[in-house]
């Protein structure tokens, strides 16, 4: 009985994990091939996991340990425009010596039809949010198999 709770348990955290991240891995190369690129930069750190809170240092200290924190970005809302929008990463690094800088120009690609929905276009934030997508799917087999 208790083999099922925990692969139901696997299974459950498993597509939550790969839904999330996966959406964070494909969408920016999916608006990068069918949507607007525009150059942005970045504006700030978010200070926590579900804090509001902008900091201006990249990196921040939890529980002892420096860690990267989640960029903030400013772009303007079509190649030529003067308006800009705020958008904010929902995936950080996983080390900080690859964390972006204040300032710092970045790629920002979205929608045609929705620049509210904008991603940064970095090899960083995409290559960890693949790397948890794939331990989201190896959890998915786990929790389909029973076995790693």
Do not use: C
């Not at 902008?54 to 939890?62: D, F, H, I, N």
Request: hydrophobic share 45%; proline share 4%; charged share 20%.
């Amino acid at each position: 009985m208790l083999k099922i709770i925990f692969r139901i348990l696997f299974l459950g955290l498993g597509l939550f994990t790969t839904y999330t991240f996966g959406r964070d891995t494909f969408e920016p190369i999916w608006h990068r091939l069918t949507g607007t690129v525009v150059k942005g930069r970045i504006s700030g750190f978010l200070a926590g996991r579900n804090s509001a809170s902008v900091q201006r240092e990249p990196t921040g200290v939890r529980k002892g340990k420096t860690r990267a924190r989640r960029p903030v970005f400013v772009y303007p809302t079509a190649p030529a425009a003067r308006d800009s929008l705020e958008g904010r990463s929902s995936t950080g690094g996983f080390v900080v010596f690859g964390n972006y800088e204040l300032n710092e120009r970045v790629t920002v690609v979205f929608g045609q039809n929705n620049p509210a929905s904008a991603h940064i276009f970095g090899f960083q934030l995409i290559l960890t949010a693949l790397l948890v997508t794939l331990l989201g799917l190896f959890m998915i087999r786990i929790g389909v198999l029973g076995k790693a």
